[in-house]
Structures are given as structure tokens and as C-alpha cells.
């Protein structure tokens, strides 16, 4: 596969630092603690800030005027959640950590690609506000991108309640793809699974439209849950959401649990799909 060796150690220290708090009222971020720490910890890469207005921070390794066809287009909202008072986290077992990981968990994973500097230059990646109520972030960026006359697809990176007990480490959610990218999607997924013991599961934006491409017995027959994902397509931007499963209140200080294993299989789908892309073996547009 195009992924390289996951460091723990490298991912749970990044993590430390930017599980810290991050709001916003709907218009700009009132606290920018987090989104502060993220800007420092790309200071060293190839990734520059274009754009920290309103409720959005983008960054790309290049000029965005300079991307070169399709762009695809991140998206990890840093926002906590009103009920969430204090970000922490801890190790709570061998396999498991505890924390407030809505959505600290999915920033720290692109932020540990985007450290890495071997993505593919016409992917952005956008930080948003918002989500937990309106997705003001995602429609903003959306409002950026068509302004500049940019053609992108997105991905959007959250946490989920789908397939913990099941003991998943990914669930491809929010399906509103096209056909072509639905089936590149799934078959990533499946080689994954097939090379590296990575298990995933499908949950649809509707369960009565499930495409014949996904394996039956890989769909959880749930109606997946609203995210930035649900904004991006009333826009008419194509996107799909790739979720780390977790178990608890996510919107409460005592925080939830994910499996270490999620992580590392997380990581390598997210960067195994950004990369086949610059391999031309798939595309999210």
C-alpha cells in the first residue's frame, strides 16, 4: 500500500498538544487556542496558512491559484461542543485511550500526514467551526473555494458512534459520491483490510440506497449521523465522510473511548486514499 510506518509515539504527541479547547459563536472563533497550536506545529512543513477568516483556517503546500485541476479538499472541524468544559485525555488501558476527542482526534490525524510533507500538493486542508451546530465553517469554505473558480471534492474527518462494539477501527460514512469514487473508496478500503487487518464498515446517508459496489456484510444498516458532510453536499460538492469509531458522550468532559488499533488503521486509510489520488488510481471529484 502507499502509506508509511505509523509512529504512536509522534501521533499521541501531537495529540497532547492540540487537545485543548476551541470555540466559536457561529460567526468567528472566540477561543483559538487549538487552531494557534496547529499553525505552530505546520510552521516547519510545506503547508501555509491561506486563508483564517471567519470560520475556517486553509492550508496548502502551494498557491491555491497554482493547483493544478481537481483539488481535494479536507475537512476536520475544531470546535468543542458546549458541554465540553476542559480537553483531556488519557491512556486507559493497552488498547484503549479516554478523552474528549470531538474532534481532536481526526486534527491530530491530518495534522500527522500533513507533518510528514509527502501528501499530494492538490490536497487543502480545512480546520472548521461550526459543526457542531450549523456547519458555518464548511459552507464558508465552500463560498472561499467556488469564489476562486476551484474544482474539489471533499473528505470529511470526524468521530462516530457506528461500529465500536463491533470493535471496527474505520466506518466510511455519508456517502455523496459519485459512482466512480464510491467504488475506488471501497475498494482502498477492502485492500486494507485484506493486507493490513484493518476492519471498516459502510454507513449510508440512506439505508434504502445502499450501491451494489459495497459488500453486504461490510453496510451496518444504520442511517449515518449529520456532519460536515450533510453542508458540503447542499452545496453540491461532492464528499463522504471516513470516521474513527468511538464509544461514550462526546459532548461531555468525561470524554470517550477509541481503540489504539483505530488510530493506526484510521491513519493509513486516510493517507492511503490522499495518496492514491496523486497516484491517479482514484479520484474524489
Known amino acids: 500500500m502507499l502509506r508509511s510506518e505509523f509512529e504512536e509515539t509522534v501521533f499521541l504527541d501531537l495529540l497532547d498538544q492540540i487537545n485543548i479547547m476551541s470555540r466559536d459563536n457561529g460567526k468567528k472563533f472566540t477561543d483559538t487556542g487549538r487552531l494557534d497550536v496547529i499553525r505552530d506545529l505546520l510552521w516547519d512543513t510545506p503547508y501555509r496558512r491561506v486563508n483564517a477568516q471567519g470560520l475556517f483556517h486553509l492550508y496548502a503546500q ?5 493547483i493544478e485541476g481537481k483539488m481535494i479538499l479536507v475537512s476536520s472541524h475544531v470546535d468543542c461542543q458546549v458541554g465540553i468544559t476542559k480537553c483531556s ?4 488501558d493497552s488498547d484503549l485511550l479516554r478523552g474528549t476527542f470531538d474532534n481532536s482526534l ?7 500526514l500533513m507533518r510528514k510533507g509527502d501528501l499530494p500538493d492538490n490536497v487543502a486542508v480545512a480546520f472548521t467551526g461550526d459543526e457542531e451546530e450549523d456547519s458555518h465553517g464548511a459552507r464558508q469554505a465552500v463560498k472561499y ?24 477501527h474505520i466506518s466510511v460514512e455519508n456517502d455523496f459520491w459519485t459512482e466512480g469514487v464510491g467504488r475506488q473508496v471501497i475498494s482502498l478500503m477492502q ?10 464498515a459502510y454507513v449510508p ?3 434504502d440506497g445502499v450501491p451494489a459496489f459495497v459488500p453486504r456484510e461490510k453496510n451496518l444498516g444504520e442511517e449515518a449521523e449529520a456532519d460536515e458532510s450533510w453542508a458540503y453536499d447542499e452545496k453540491g460538492i461532492p464528499c463522504f465522510s471516513l470516521c474513527i469509531p468511538v464509544e461514550g458522550n462526546m459532548h461531555r468532559n468525561a470524554g470517550v473511548l477509541v481503540f489504539r488499533e483505530s488510530i493506526r488503521g484510521y491513519c493509513a486509510a486516510l493517507e492511503c486514499i490522499l495518496k ?6 482514484a479520484e474524489l471529484t
Do not use: C, H
Open 276 to 281: 492514491a489520488v496523486r497516484a491517479g488510481t
Open 145 to 168: 473555494l467556488k469564489a476562486l473558480g476551484k474544482w474539489f471534492g471533499v473528505m470529511v474527518l470526524d468521530v462516530t458512534d457506528m461500529g465500536f462494539q463491533e470493535k471496527l
Open 89 to 92: 485525555w488519557k491512556e486507559k
Open 205 to 207: 446517508s440512506d439505508p
Open 62 to 66: 502551494k498557491p491555491l491559484d497554482r
Open 191 to 200: 485492500k486494507l483490510e485484506a493486507e493490513d487487518g484493518i476492519r471498516w
Open 106 to 112: 481526526t486534527n491530530a490525524a491530518i495534522l500527522y
